[in-house]
């Protein structure tokens, strides 16, 4: 059963997605500030668009439409800098304490790849990592579920192309 869209309380909508609003943020920025600037971007996009939510998609899917509505157009503005220009170790320096095992050292080595990736392959990977199914990233992106299939299968070589480049 829907919940009607009056009755929808922004605030618990906003913490109940906030893990997935901060991933989708540090998958699209890997700069911190930006990436933490980004996330709040997101959250306040959520915000202000539940007013308009209709029901037309599970809340699921208009909230990671608007995420990833809000990262296309947090990298329209932030394209000046190139990726060649970044430099991946701010990723790194965010989940490398001393503590930290093999583990999140291939976690590291998987986001700086998938940063690596074209936007329309990061896109369906960041998306697939949330556990959506095929359909659902579709209805996020606009785009068939046999298209996401293809998505998907590319952004998987490259990505095994990367990792392997980074052994």
């Known amino acids: 059963m829907t919940t009607p869209t009056k009755d929808l309380d922004k605030d ?3 913490s109940q997605y906030w893990p997935q609003i901060s991933r989708a943020a540090t998958g699209y920025e ?3 500030a930006l990436s933490d600037e980004l996330a709040q971007e997101m959250a306040l996009s959520i915000w202000r668009s539940l007013d308009g939510f209709s ?3 599970s809340l699921n899917t208009y909230v990671y439409r608007v995420i990833h509505n809000t990262a296309i157009d947090h990298i329209r ?4 800098i190139s990726e060649d220009q970044l430099d991946d170790t701010t990723v790194c320096e965010r ?7 093999l583990q999140a050292q291939r976690q590291q080595q998987l986001l700086i790849a998938i940063h690596k990736l074209p936007l329309s392959l990061r896109q369906v990977m960041l998306l697939k990592l949330e556990d959506l199914n095929n359909v659902e990233i579709g209805d996020v992106l606009g785009i068939s579920d046999s298209n ?3 998505r998907l299968h590319r952004a ?3 990505l ?3 990792l392997a480049r980074m052994k």
């Open 12 to 14: 618990s909508i906003i």
């Open 30 to 32: 890997n700069r911190t």
């Open 55 to 57: 029901e037309q998609c």
């Open 77 to 80: 503005r932030h394209s000046r």
């Open 95 to 101: 989940d490398s304490p001393e503590s930290h095992t």
């Open 148 to 150: 996401v299939g293809i």
């Open 156 to 158: 998987k070589e490259q």
């Open 160 to 162: 095994a192309n990367l």
